[in-house]
């Protein structure tokens, strides 16, 4: 399975897609980042879109991985890809990010467009609706996308493809913590803290209870959204 998470617009969430939601998921899959102007979190390869030559030779040799490709870098990689004819079908699906503000939208529709452009199918371009206020439909948040779609269906819509907003995203920023296995760690952090002597003791431990609260509650909606996204080989 070889998965590339685009889109045009940066803040859209691409990497919390390819790290959290596509990579645990994907079994025996590597991480290539590329990214020109914002750091990696130390995860996985780095490689700039103008290496398109370098990456395409080794998608050649690798059975699954997740490319995320960092917004400062679509524009060249896009046309890297125009250049080297059916290279798209290296990938098994581009996954697109998006959010509700308006300006994330209108950049989304620009990527779904340029990726059609390119000769990807619809049935192997498929959104993912992140930051999904709790309270607010999909359809809701996501009009403009959605109605633009349902005028040039282009893309794969499944409004099940959904995550909303959560703070664990960024307790974990900067590690490699699996959030699955976050969510089972046994550690009786109560015991603990009712153990500890001092109050900084307390509250770390406290800290480290509550991530995992939140890594328990969120990986279900990952593997729900992931379900939802039907990805085949």
């Known amino acids: 399975m070889k998965i590339a ?16 939601l596509l ?18 979190e130390g995860q996985g390869q780095a490689l700039r879109g103008r290496q398109f030559g370098e990456l395409q030779e080794y998608l050649q040799t690798v059975s699954s991985v997740v490319v995320d490709i960092g917004a400062s870098n679509v524009e060249e990689l896009m046309g ?6 059916g290279s798209h079908e290296d990938f098994n699906a581009f996954v697109v990010p ?18 059609s452009r390119l000769g990807v199918a619809t049935s192997r371009l498929k959104l993912v609706f992140n930051m999904v206020e709790a309270g607010v439909t999909v359809a809701q948040a996501f009009d403009p ?3 633009f779609l349902k005028q040039q269906p282009i893309a794969r819509v499944n409004l099940n493809c959904k995550l909303g907003t959560n703070e664990i995203y960024g307790r974990i ?9 976050l969510a089972t760690d046994p550690t009786d952090y109560k015991a603990l803290i009712a153990q500890a002597k001092g109050t900084n003791e307390k509250l770390a431990l406290a800290q480290k209870l509550a991530t995992r609260r939140l890594a328990f509650g ?13 990805l085949k080989p």
Do not use: W
């Not at 994907?26 to 590329?34: H, T």
């Open 5 to 20: 998470v685009i889109n045009f617009s940066g803040n859209v969430g691409k990497s919390t897609v390819a790290r959290h």
């Open 145 to 147: 996308l959605l109605a």
């Open 98 to 115: 998006t959010v509700p503000a308006l300006k994330q939208q209108q950049d989304t529709i620009a990527t779904l467009i340029e990726l």
């Open 80 to 85: 890297q890809m125009q250049r080297y004819r």
């Open 173 to 181: 920023k900067g590690t490699k913590i699996d959030l699955a296995t």
């Open 218 to 230: 969120v990986v279900p909606e990952l593997d729900a959204c992931f379900s939802a996204l039907e």
């Open 23 to 40: 990579l645990p998921r994907i079994p025996g899959a590597e991480l290539i980042a590329i990214e020109s102007l914002n750091a990696d």
